[in-house]
Nanobody, 125 residues
Framework: QVQLVESGGGLVQAGGSLRLSCAAS????????MGWFRQAPGKEREFLAA????????YYADSMKGRLTISRNNAKNTVYLQMNSLKPEDTAVYYC??????????????????WGQGTQVTVSS
Protein backbone atom coordinates (compact mmCIF):
# COMPACT_ATOMS: atom_id res chain seq x y z
CA GLN A 1 0.00 0.00 0.00
CA VAL A 2 1.40 3.38 -1.05
CA GLN A 3 1.60 5.96 1.70
CA LEU A 4 2.29 9.68 1.49
CA VAL A 5 3.04 11.50 4.74
CA GLU A 6 3.28 15.28 4.85
CA SER A 7 5.09 17.30 7.46
CA GLY A 8 6.36 20.81 7.98
CA GLY A 9 3.12 22.69 8.43
CA GLY A 10 2.50 25.06 11.31
CA LEU A 11 1.91 28.66 12.28
CA VAL A 12 3.89 31.37 10.53
CA GLN A 13 3.61 35.15 10.36
CA ALA A 14 2.70 36.89 7.14
CA GLY A 15 5.75 37.34 4.97
CA GLY A 16 7.38 34.23 6.35
CA SER A 17 8.34 30.96 4.71
CA LEU A 18 7.69 27.27 5.22
CA ARG A 19 9.00 24.13 3.61
CA LEU A 20 6.59 21.22 3.47
CA SER A 21 7.81 17.66 3.01
CA CYS A 22 6.04 14.62 1.65
CA ALA A 23 7.65 11.25 2.30
CA ALA A 24 6.54 8.39 0.08
CA SER A 25 6.73 4.71 0.88
CA UNK A 26 5.35 1.38 -0.27
CA UNK A 27 5.69 1.79 -4.04
CA UNK A 28 7.79 2.61 -7.10
CA UNK A 29 7.74 6.36 -7.15
CA UNK A 30 9.83 6.93 -10.21
CA UNK A 31 6.68 6.33 -12.23
CA UNK A 32 4.73 9.08 -10.50
CA UNK A 33 4.48 12.79 -10.92
CA MET A 34 4.10 14.43 -7.52
CA GLY A 35 1.92 17.39 -6.78
CA TRP A 36 0.80 19.71 -4.02
CA PHE A 37 -2.74 20.93 -3.38
CA ARG A 38 -4.42 22.94 -0.65
CA GLN A 39 -7.91 23.29 0.74
CA ALA A 40 -9.11 26.23 2.77
CA PRO A 41 -12.27 26.05 4.92
CA GLY A 42 -15.37 26.24 2.76
CA LYS A 43 -13.39 26.08 -0.48
CA GLU A 44 -12.58 23.39 -2.99
CA ARG A 45 -9.22 21.68 -3.10
CA GLU A 46 -6.85 23.75 -5.24
CA PHE A 47 -3.88 22.64 -7.33
CA LEU A 48 -0.61 24.42 -6.50
CA ALA A 49 2.40 22.71 -8.07
CA ALA A 50 3.58 19.51 -9.70
CA UNK A 51 6.87 18.03 -10.78
CA UNK A 52 8.11 14.85 -12.35
CA UNK A 53 10.50 12.65 -10.39
CA UNK A 54 13.18 13.22 -13.01
CA UNK A 55 13.00 16.93 -12.32
CA UNK A 56 12.74 17.71 -15.98
CA UNK A 57 9.29 19.27 -15.75
CA UNK A 58 7.52 21.42 -13.19
CA TYR A 59 4.26 23.33 -13.30
CA TYR A 60 2.78 25.94 -10.98
CA ALA A 61 -0.66 27.39 -10.52
CA ASP A 62 -0.96 31.09 -11.20
CA SER A 63 -2.34 31.73 -7.70
CA MET A 64 1.02 31.23 -6.02
CA LYS A 65 3.44 31.36 -8.93
CA GLY A 66 6.69 33.01 -7.97
CA ARG A 67 6.24 32.09 -4.31
CA LEU A 68 6.50 28.30 -4.64
CA THR A 69 9.25 25.85 -5.51
CA ILE A 70 8.66 22.13 -5.82
CA SER A 71 11.68 19.88 -5.49
CA ARG A 72 12.50 16.32 -4.53
CA ASN A 73 15.15 14.05 -3.08
CA ASN A 74 14.77 10.80 -4.98
CA ALA A 75 17.12 8.94 -2.68
CA LYS A 76 14.77 9.71 0.19
CA ASN A 77 11.54 9.33 -1.82
CA THR A 78 10.61 12.79 -0.59
CA VAL A 79 9.11 15.78 -2.37
CA TYR A 80 9.21 19.29 -0.96
CA LEU A 81 7.23 22.48 -1.35
CA GLN A 82 9.05 25.68 -0.45
CA MET A 83 6.59 28.52 0.17
CA ASN A 84 7.74 32.11 0.52
CA SER A 85 6.10 35.47 1.21
CA LEU A 86 3.15 33.75 2.85
CA LYS A 87 -0.13 35.62 3.26
CA PRO A 88 -3.08 35.04 5.62
CA GLU A 89 -5.12 33.85 2.64
CA ASP A 90 -2.62 31.00 2.22
CA THR A 91 -4.04 29.44 5.39
CA ALA A 92 -5.25 25.96 4.45
CA VAL A 93 -4.59 22.25 4.75
CA TYR A 94 -1.86 21.32 2.29
CA TYR A 95 -1.85 17.91 0.62
CA CYS A 96 0.66 16.06 -1.48
CA UNK A 97 -0.52 13.75 -4.21
CA UNK A 98 0.85 11.20 -6.67
CA UNK A 99 -0.42 10.92 -10.23
CA UNK A 100 0.67 9.67 -13.65
CA UNK A 101 1.48 13.04 -15.20
CA UNK A 102 1.38 16.80 -14.69
CA UNK A 103 -1.59 16.91 -17.05
CA UNK A 104 -3.81 14.66 -14.92
CA UNK A 105 -2.93 16.53 -11.75
CA UNK A 106 -3.92 19.88 -13.23
CA UNK A 107 -7.33 18.97 -14.63
CA UNK A 108 -10.57 19.38 -12.67
CA UNK A 109 -11.11 17.06 -10.92
CA UNK A 110 -7.51 15.86 -10.75
CA UNK A 111 -6.76 12.18 -11.36
CA UNK A 112 -4.80 11.37 -8.25
CA UNK A 113 -3.63 7.86 -7.48
CA UNK A 114 -2.65 8.62 -3.89
CA TRP A 115 -3.26 11.45 -1.42
CA GLY A 116 -1.44 12.31 1.75
CA GLN A 117 -3.34 13.05 4.95
CA GLY A 118 -2.62 16.78 4.82
CA THR A 119 -0.73 19.25 6.99
CA GLN A 120 -2.19 22.48 8.37
CA VAL A 121 -0.57 25.79 7.45
CA THR A 122 -1.77 28.86 9.30
CA VAL A 123 -0.52 32.31 8.37
CA SER A 124 -1.14 35.06 10.91
CA SER A 125 -1.43 38.73 10.00
Amino acid sequence: QVQLVESGGGLVQAGGSLRLSCAASGGTFSMYTMGWFRQAPGKEREFLAAGTWSGSNTYYADSMKGRLTISRNNAKNTVYLQMNSLKPEDTAVYYCAAGRSIAVLTITPPRVDYWGQGTQVTVSS
